[in-house]
């Protein structure tokens, strides 16, 4: 074993085989696996190892089409062929209109990533499958690849070929300790003595967070004991002729495929099990649970009523395993929190569809960076102080019960909430809020017409339209106050700051004092980062001169992390977060100034005071910071206040605004006049695949800027010419927006995907924004769009259609 290499991956269960060798792939041959047992001997032995393509965004499609075009070379390998059986098709079952919509857009989804997903009927399912009954079935998505395939095979086809490509596979390994140098290189203790490599990766599946603790880290992820079992032969699948499509049924919470000649299904019981809470015997290696078949009648029956001829046949094996779950339900592939040369792959519960796509990104990440794709729904920074065991069981236990049954836009689910609060949450419940979850904050989407009130969950328009519509008009004709919770803020000090920022940033970083600037952070491919608005705090009682940083709440670990990545040796710049501390006061309306001014002592004019300016005072008698900045498009001030004075700020402003008609809004409102004003949000409409002038930010880069981090990748890809573009367009539907993630069509070729789609109230269009082709960027354009399974006229139109000089918001 050798003693000195690149990277080692810690685990050799199918993520940790297919991380290995997609880096020898990506050109890092020196890397090592270390497996504490035998290969496959955690979840993946025992895997029902269904291979599907289907995913609930455009990433997790892409990743498992990789894992899919893989798999099949694979099998097709003559050297080493393993079994795997592609094609046989799936269907995901329906029983309502509105799940039927979802599979709708998942098949829209799917088009912009080269994937043919079917939407067929009841009788269509039936005639696919033999054994179903359509009782209680409307239809289904078919999914021509589903398949599956042999676990144990594919680890030891990755694992050989990473193999041959120069990595070694070191088996009845297992990693015991991990030491960070100064350098920030690893020391990886193991019983068979010490390797020091550049990175290390965890894949340690349930184990997770045994390795995690041997580098001071905990990770969000819960194992559930899951089941499935397989049956005698059936003779109509003998009679059929063909193998059975596999079947994934939101309805009764069962997967089913065939094995052999007879099948093989799993469930997803209500009276579910976490697994392994408080730790795991050591021993439990090539391992299952005890099985308790007991706990599944009530999903059985569902199976049985699916599929009467399981009634006829005996049971032959029983498998019962741990499997991994996260928050989201997806998986945690990327850099761990807070570390340095540090990733995981971990969290799979669907790991062998995917692990080939995953291993994928997870090296390319490694070697380059950053993947092909944005992977920030995968971006274990994704969760940030929230996410410990307890939130994650919590919400494992609710994933599991709701299996196949994916989230509808706007759907929170009520486990574990709220985790993150401020003073205002309960003032805003008892006023009437409905609460949508960001990074685990409630913030206020809108006030309930009525407590009884329940939006109906879907892809079309639904009872909140008109309460937007209302908080849009109360907020432009009057003024209106909203919540802006967990928004993400580092105070950043020190004589090179602005230097540092400067660097960082791709465009010209305001310095003067009380001024607030926009930027943009490029990764070194000079593609997107993040998003940051940079405010100058002069020196005052509160602290020498500052910079606020802010960005999206989702944020705070990801830019904290990119941020200190590359601050230099020696470089006098600290950097804190002041995110849970403090939280904006949105006051935006052409009254908005006239409310403040009753509040805070001061000249808030418009020359006093202009757009784009910070200052600190007091509102009522809570310390404030206030910004005249705009995500409305209207007159504005962000008031950010600490949260144990915000209830005072917030008492002193409703009861300023009286006289002013003051109206509460919320995050809803905020996303559709946002839409009409061309602002985009971070993960939406602001990814890594774009540069920032694909994305229509040139104005905010400036090439001729000594230099920033990317600058010179921007540069050539500038020469090149945009592969996309950004546009806004209005679309001829009044009953559906545009759902992120659908296809835009030119002709019947899809010629781009939208990011972002909502009504917008005051200009009366119907927007979304979608990455085109260039060719077809120009307003005036008229294209298509696939939502819902409907062919919507679309029209490209110039970017901010409401208040396009932004008179508005200098009041
Ligand atoms: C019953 C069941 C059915 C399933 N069906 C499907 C399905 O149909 N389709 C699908 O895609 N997924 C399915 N899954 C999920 C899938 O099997 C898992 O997502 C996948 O196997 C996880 O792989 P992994 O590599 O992350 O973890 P594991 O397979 O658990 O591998 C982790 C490895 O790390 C090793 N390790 C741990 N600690 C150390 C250490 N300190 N040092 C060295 N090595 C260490 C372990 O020994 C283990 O081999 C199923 C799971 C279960 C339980």
Not at 272 to 291: R, S, V, Y
Not at 314 to 336: E, S
Not at 557 to 581: A, F, K, Y
Not at 788 to 796: K, S, T
Request: proline residues 5%; contains cysteine; charged residues 20%.
């Amino acid at each position: 074993m050798k003693t000195r290499t690149k990277a080692v991956v810690i685990g050799g269960g199918i993520a940790g085989c297919s991380t290995l060798y997609h880096l020898t792939q990506e050109g890092w041959t020196d890397v090592m696996l270390l497996e504490r047992d035998e290969l496959t001997s955690g979840t993946t032995w025992h895997s029902a190892a269904q291979v599907t393509n289907f995913g609930m965004n455009q990433t997790m499609v892409g990743l498992k089409s990789h894992s899919i075009a893989l798999y099949k070379e694979l099998a097709e390998d003559p050297d080493y062929p393993i079994n795997y059986h592609h094609g046989d098709g799936g269907i995901r079952l329906a029983n309502t209109e509105a799940q039927m919509d979802g599979y709708r857009h998942f098949a829209s989804m799917a088009r912009g990533m080269g994937v043919h997903f079917e939407v067929i009927d009841a009788e269509e399912c039936a005639r696919r499958h033999p054994l179903i009954s359509t009782d209680n079935l409307i239809g289904g998505l078919w999914d021509p690849m589903d398949g599956d395939i042999d676990p144990a095979q594919l680890c030891q086809a990755l694992a050989r070929r990473a193999r041959r490509a120069g990595a070694e596979v070191h088996r009845f390994t297992p990693v015991t300790g991990l030491r960070q140098l100064q350098d920030d290189t690893w020391i990886v203790e193991t019983s068979k003595g010490e390797i020091h490599t550049d990175v290390v990766i965890n894949a340690c599946g349930y184990r997770v967070n045994e390795v995690g603790a041997m580098m001071g880290v905990h990770h969000p992820v819960m194992s559930m004991e899951h089941q499935y079992f397989i049956t005698e032969e059936i003779p109509g699948i003998v009679q059929a002729g063909h193998r059975m499509p596999l079947l994934r049924c939101p309805i009764s919470d069962y997967y089913c495929r065939q094995e052999k000649t007879g099948l093989l299904i799993g469930f997803y019981e209500q009276d579910c099990k976490t697994w392994g809470m408080d730790g795991i015997d050591p021993n439990f290696t090539m391992d299952l649970c005890p099985d308790d078949l007991d706990r599944i009648t009530d999903v059985l029956e569902g199976a049985f009523e699916r599929m009467p001829a399981l009634t006829e046949v005996g049971i032959k094996t029983v498998v019962n395993g741990p499997i991994t779950y996260t928050i989201d339900g997806a998986p945690l592939v990327g850099p761990i929190p807070g570390k340095r040369n540090a990733f995981c792959i971990i969290g799979l519960r669907a790991g062998l569809g995917e692990g080939g796509g995953h291993g994928w990104l997870l090296a390319q990440q490694i070697v380059h960076g950053e993947a092909c794709y944005d992977t920030w729904v995968l971006d274990p920074r994704r969760f940030t102080g929230h996410g410990n065991v307890e939130l994650c069981a919590l919400k494992a236990i609710e994933d599991y019960q709701n299996e196949f049954r994916f989230h509808f836009p706007h759907e929170h689910r009520p486990a574990g909430r709220p985790a993150k609060t401020t003073p205002l949450t309960p003032v805003l419940a008892a006023e009437g809020a409905e609460f949508t979850v960001v990074n685990g904050w409630e913030r206020m989407e809108f006030l309930k017409p009525a407590p009884d009130f329940h939006e109906t969950l879907g892809f079309r328009f639904n009872e909140v339209f008109d309460i937007v519509a209302r908080d849009v008009k109360a907020v432009s004709e009057g003024v209106g106050l909203a919540e802006v919770n967990g928004f993400n803020r580092y105070e950043i000090t020190g004589a090179d700051a602005h230097g540092f920022l400067d660097r960082m940033i791709c465009g010209r970083v305001t310095r003067k004092p009380g001024k607030v600037g926009l930027g943009y952070l490029l990764n070194h491919h000079g593609m997107i980062k993040s998003e940051a608005t940079i405010a100058n705090l002069p020196a005052s009682h509160r602290g020498p001169d500052r910079i606020w940083y802010g960005s999206a709440a989702a944020a705070e670990q990801h830019d904290m992390d990119w941020l200190t990545h590359h601050l230099r040796p020696g470089e006098d710049v600290q950097i804190r977060s002041l995110t849970n501390d403090m939280t904006i006061l949105v006051l935006a309306g052409p009254k908005a100034r006239d409310v403040l001014s009753a509040v805070s002592r001061g000249d808030w004019s418009a020359d006093a005071f202009p757009w784009l300016s910070v200052r600190e005072g007091l509102v009522g008698i809570a310390p404030a910071t206030v910004m005249s900045v705009s995500f409305s498009g209207e007159l504005a001030y962000e008031i950010h206040v600490p949260n144990n004075q915000l209830y005072a700020a917030y008492l002193a402003l409703r009861k300023a605004g009286k006289a002013h008609g003051l109206h509460l809004f919320g995050a809803r409102a905020i996303e559709s006049m946002r839409m009409e004003k061309g602002y985009l949000h971070w993960k939406a409409d602001l990814l890594t695949e774009f540069d920032p002038f694909e994305t229509g930010l040139e104005r905010f880069v400036k090439l001729d800027k000594a230099d920033f981090i990317g600058k010179s990748a921007l540069e050539a890809r500038v020469a090149k010419g945009p592969a996309r573009r950004l546009v806004t367009l209005r679309i001829d539907a009044t009953d559906r927006p545009a759902t992120p993630g659908s296809s835009v069509l030119a002709g019947d070729r899809v010629a781009g995907t939208v990011t972002s789609g909502d009504w917008g109230h005051r200009v009366g269009m119907n927007l979304a924004y979608a990455f085109v082709e260039p060719a077809l960027a120009a307003p005036g354009t008229n294209l298509h769009l696939d939502l819902i399974g409907d062919r919507i006229a679309a029209e490209v139109i110039a970017p901010c259609p409401y208040d396009p000089q932004n008179h508005r918001v200098s009041g």
